[in-house]
């Protein structure tokens, strides 16, 4: 693999790079060929229906063509996509195809992404068949794709609403509240939900809502700012726990869990579902010195001693990623059986536009076989069986979703 130049690089170097085998088109290969320009050009384009983002791409076919033959002297139109040398490469491939005789048997080399959303809180949700948090990410069928950071943010602005209707003078929330009630968006929270999966604390969701605050320039008392940036974090993980009760629930039994075995001095240990078996290395550091005629090295080795609060802290998130991962791994086999190039990054899985469909069904029967399975139980009886002497928690309440929704939800990865 070369270093700089591979599919988990930049914009640049995914746009470069393509499949080495080439395959037709065909009729839904098209359609998924303009499908993906509209995902690459996002600025919310991607947020629209199927059809709604294949209409974005057919009222820009001038400037696709455009971008294709004049890229530098042209309009171009391509730069301003968010992924613009991804985008760029499609238009070519795409104006080839549609000034071609016979556009469906136009040989495409292009990998087609489709991306989970929110991939994190949808293994949350699936674990704890959580109704609601399900809805939110996509888990169940809609006329068009649920978006999670918008719906977190009417919830904020919803509570910010009622307290901006206090007495500012006897409750300082109603004060900041009035500050901040027309700041919110999707992007004042985006951030914070994408990292409540992997434990943001209060103090990480303050500083990135005041990085998101600063840029708008709109407070500029800094004291001001602080104190706004406390109450829409707060705000914030308020909303996040409404809307998905199930992970929170979940992320705290797997964190007490984590800090019963880390108080016994080892780290967590479990094995995933395709049979890996994870350690996490966290153990604190300690110092060694040698000493020689000249001078006094100072070497950093690990101790035997883990370090409680980080075993804790990680493994929420990691044990969710080992899950990912397998899911993943899944996908890759099956696709390979079934004859498809695959290639993927975290919660991207990509593949020719022709074969995007088959890869769509077999990506939802794998989650669904994923999550069939009782991991938590299963968790639970490695921890019991590895540490007889110790009490676990009881696994958290479930809900009433039914998984095999997720076969018929076009936009679960989209």
Not at 76 to 90: I, K, N, S, Y
Not at 222 to 238: G, I, N, P, Q, V
Not at 396 to 414: A, C, I, T
Request: aromatic share 8%.
């Amino acid at each position: 693999m070369h270093p700089y130049l591979n599919h988990l690089g930049s914009d640049l170097c995914r746009g470069i790079l393509e499949f080495a085998e080439g395959r037709s088109l065909g009729k839904s290969g098209l359609s998924w060929l303009k499908i993906h320009i509209a995902n690459l050009y996002a600025g919310g384009v991607d947020k629209l229906s199927y059809n709604g983002r294949i209409e974005f791409t057919e009222k820009h076919l001038d400037d696709i063509f455009d971008s294709a033959d004049r890229p530098l002297e042209g309009r171009r139109w391509w730069l301003g996509a968010e992924d613009p040398f991804q985008c760029l490469a499609v238009c070519i491939n795409l104006a080839e195809a549609l000034r071609s005789s016979s556009p469906e048997t136009t040989i495409s080399h292009m990998p087609i992404h489709q991306d989970g959303s929110c991939n994190g809180l949808q293994h949350y949700a699936a674990l704890g068949r959580d109704k609601l948090g399900a809805a939110a990410v996509n888990l169940v069928a809609g006329e068009k794709p649920a978006d999670v950071y918008s719906g977190i943010a009417a919830r904020v602005l919803d509570i910010m609403q009622r307290d901006a209707a206090k007495d500012p003078a006897t409750d300082r929330d109603a004060v900041l509240a009035r500050l901040l009630v027309n700041q919110v968006d999707r992007k004042l929270v985006k951030q914070t939900v994408m990292t409540s999966v992997y434990g943001v604390t209060y103090i990480g969701a303050r500083d990135q809502i005041k990085r998101r605050l600063k840029e708008r320039c709109s407070i500029e008392d800094d004291a001001e700012l602080f104190a706004a940036s406390c109450y829409a974090a707060k705000t914030t993980l308020t909303a996040l726990g409404e809307m998905f009760e199930a992970a929170r629930s979940i992320m705290s039994w797997l964190g007490d869990c984590a800090k019963i075995i880390a108080m016994e001095n080892q780290p967590v240990r479990w094995t995933t579902p395709l049979g890996l078996p994870v350690v996490q290395p966290y153990r604190k550091l300690g110092r060694h010195l040698i000493k020689t005629s000249l001078q006094i090295l100072t070497l950093q080795r690990e101790t035997n001693k883990v370090m409680v609060k980080r075993q804790r802290t990680a493994f929420p998130p990691n044990f969710v990623h080992s899950l990912d991962g397998s899911h993943m791994m899944m996908t890759a086999i099956a696709c390979k059986e079934a004859g498809l190039n695959f290639a993927g990054v975290h919660d991207s899985y990509w593949t020719h536009a022709c074969d995007v469909d088959q890869m769509n069904r077999i990506l939802r029967e794998k989650f669904v076989a994923l999550y069939e399975a009782p991991i938590l139980e299963n968790l639970l009886e490695s921890f019991q069986t590895a540490f007889p002497t110790l009490n676990f928690p009881p696994l958290p309440e479930r809900g009433d979703f039914d998984l095999r929704e997720v076969l018929e939800s076009p936009y679960f990865f989209n």
